[in-house]
């Protein structure tokens, strides 16, 4: 879908009014756990997981020990999602 076709779409389900304000909604959402003082750093995982926090989801760290401790993979979603992956990861071994 471009966005003529999608401008349409929206057009047609709410008035302009609507689809303005669910726009502008859309940008002033704010997130919790995401507050914190500016200056200081944070590692991107960190960030990363403070977001999974604020959305209810759920996630799965795995490390490699023979990597120093550094993150070698992750699942975040909902404990739906999570459990679909791992049926199908049960199913492909």
Request: proline share 2%; glycine share 6%.
């Amino acid at each position: 879908m471009n966005v003529n076709e999608f401008y349409d779409y929206i057009t047609k389900q709410m008035t302009p009014e609507q689809a303005l304000k669910k726009l502008l909604e859309g940008h002033v959402l704010t997130y919790e756990k995401l507050k914190f003082k500016r200056g200081k750093e944070i590692h991107p995982l960190i960030l990363i997981l403070m977001a999974t926090m604020d959305l209810g989801w759920n996630f799965i760290i795995e490390n490699n020990n023979d990597l120093d401790d550094e993150v070698t993979g992750m699942i975040i979603g909902t404990k739906e999602y999570i459990e679909s992956t791992f049926n199908k990861i049960e199913k492909n071994e």
